[in-house]
């Protein structure tokens, strides 16, 4: 059963055009991160959600926006795509910030 | 600034031999540290997660350790199977007073070789 879910798995998109990653979770956890994965890099945390709280991480660039209309639905928005944010995007649960992290599939983004 | 590290960076054995990942850390103020499992192209499959109390956890043929004090943590795995081929990624959270979050590091590439 998946309890973390990412949409789309694959996502292309253009040079500098707005694009929406998905994240839904069934575990009804308090907590939603996102972070971005760089090939053979660790991943690296974009910001993070405690329930409506934002959290947003100092060198996360003013490119990157999220929203959280409810527990269940974190979405990542990049408002101008440059080549340099082709990554894979990981979404993440947990009940609070210091337990264990529930990830999703991922969404590898191809910026064209 | 938490600085994790593991070594070696890929790693290739042959099936049913016993291996050990190895994680360090540089900050021992944690509040825990997770092994994750990274198949290729996909998302990270939670292993283990000690808690900061804790020195080692278990779970079938894995069994993580945590030394505090040195900061260091190994990942063992018993009578490796091709489809134990991964990449292997320690974290910790640290303390730090209300925004916690996890620090990666770089991964370790396993190969087995059947």
């Not at chain 1, 993070?48 to 959280?68: G, I, L, M, V, W």
């Not at chain 2, 590290?5 to 290739?12: D, V």
């Not at chain 2, 939670?46 to 040195?70: F, H, M």
């Amino acid at each position: 059963d998946a309890m973390v879910i990412q949409n789309p798995r694959y996502q292309v998109t253009q040079f500098g055009k707005p694009v929406t990653l998905s994240c839904s979770q069934t575990l009804n956890h308090n907590v939603m991160y996102w972070y971005q994965q760089k090939s053979s890099q660790a991943p690296k945390l974009l910001f993070h959600y405690y329930d409506k709280d934002f959290n947003n991480e100092a060198d996360t660039p003013d490119n990157f926006q999220s929203r959280r209309p409810n527990t269940s639905f974190c979405f990542l928005d990049i408002r101008s795509p440059g080549l340099g944010d082709a990554a894979m995007y990981l979404c993440a649960t947990s009940t609070g910030v210091s337990y264990e992290q529930y990830f999703g599939p991922g969404t590898r983004l191809t910026v064209t | 600034k938490q600085e994790v590290t593991q070594i070696p960076a890929a790693l290739s054995v042959p099936e049913g031999e016993n291996l050990v990942l190895n994680c360090s850390f540089t900050d021992s103020a944690i509040y825990n540290l997770q092994w994750f499992r990274q198949d290729p192209g996909k998302g990270l499959t939670s292993l283990l997660l000690i808690q900061s109390s804790q020195r080692e956890q278990t779970s079938g043929r894995l069994n993580a350790s945590l030394d505090k004090s040195s900061g260091r943590s190994t990942l063992y795995i018993a009578a490796s199977q091709p489809g134990d081929s991964a990449t292997y990624l320690c974290a910790v959270t640290l303390q730090t007073g209300g925004n916690e979050k996890l620090t990666f590091g770089t991964g370790t590439r396993l190969t087995i070789i059947p």
